[in-house]
T-cell receptor, first 114, second 110 residues
Framework: DAGVIQSPRHEVTEMGQEVTLRCKPISGHDYLFWYRQTMMRGLELLIYFNNNVPIDDSGMPEDRFSAKMPNASFSTLKIQPSEPRDSAVYFC????????????FGDGTRLSIL | DAKTTQPPSMDCAEGRAANLPCNHSTISGNEYVYWYRQIHSQGPQYIIHGLKNNETNEMASLIITEDRKSSTLILPHATLRDTAVYYCPLTQGGSEKLVFGKGTKLTVNP
């Protein structure tokens, strides 16, 4: 079975540029999560969706970050404008139905803002 | 939010059981205990989870104390490939949110 697919795997861009991270959840999963991982802050949840609807975006750091889920098989996390402090590994995860089920993580996007 | 506390690092000999503790003394009645691990820079990998009862699957066993204030993940026969950072996040209240702590870096030695 295909797992959670994220693209790109690596992104290097200059400060001020727009960055778009993409995620394809596991087919049939109805929850989608975006996480960010840094050495300083560890793994932190940014936002999650249920049936394509954002449920909790309290972890989104500021207005420069936005996330969308136009359909059940695709989500984006956008940063505009990007800043060096946004450098991190961004993970997408998906799960089925309830918190009794596991979240399955993608391999992440390693983002470097110069 | 309930928080978890784990030792920062542990060592285990290959072939022996690895017992990883997690303290969650402020856990609420509806919060599940999950265990994930992260190998090098890969995405976290689900291991096991439970609410009250002990659980076992093909990867590990989870022992939850009766008062639910702590749990232990047991890898019965550790291999070198089990070297990873192990996390015991909790679901936050009645939501789907997992709150991760700093984890335990487990090193399995030959």
């Amino acid at each position: 079975d295909a797992g959670v697919i994220q693209s790109p795997r690596h992104e290097v861009t200059e400060m001020g540029q727009e960055v778009t991270l993409r995620c394809k959840p596991i087919s049939g999963h109805d929850y989608l999560f975006w996480y960010r991982q840094t050495m300083m802050r560890g793994l932190e949840l940014l936002i999650y969706f249920n049936n394509n609807v954002p449920i909790d975006d309290s972890g989104m750091p500021e207005d420069r970050f936005s996330a969308k889920m136009p359909n059940a098989s695709f989500s984006t996390l956008k940063i505009q404008p990007s800043e060096p402090r946004d450098s991190a590994v961004y993970f997408c995860a998906s799960s089925f139905r309830t918190r009794r089920s596991a979240q399955h993580f993608g391999d992440g996007t390693r983002l470097s803002i110069l | 939010d309930a928080k978890t506390t784990q030792p920062p690092s542990m060592d285990c000999a290959e072939g022996r059981a690895a017992n990883l503790p997690c303290n969650h003394s402020t856990i609420s009645g509806n919060e599940y205990v999950y265990w994930y691990r992260q190998i090098h820079s890969q995405g976290p990998q689900y291991i096991i989870h439970g609410l009250k009862n002990n659980e076992t699957n093909e990867m590990a066993s989870l022992i939850i104390t009766e008062d639910r204030k702590s749990s232990t993940l047991i890898l019965p026969h550790a291999t070198l490939r089990d070297t990873a950072v192990y996390y015991c996040p909790l679901t936050q209240g009645g939501s789907e949110k997992l709150v991760f702590g700093k984890g335990t870096k487990l090193t399995v030695n030959p």
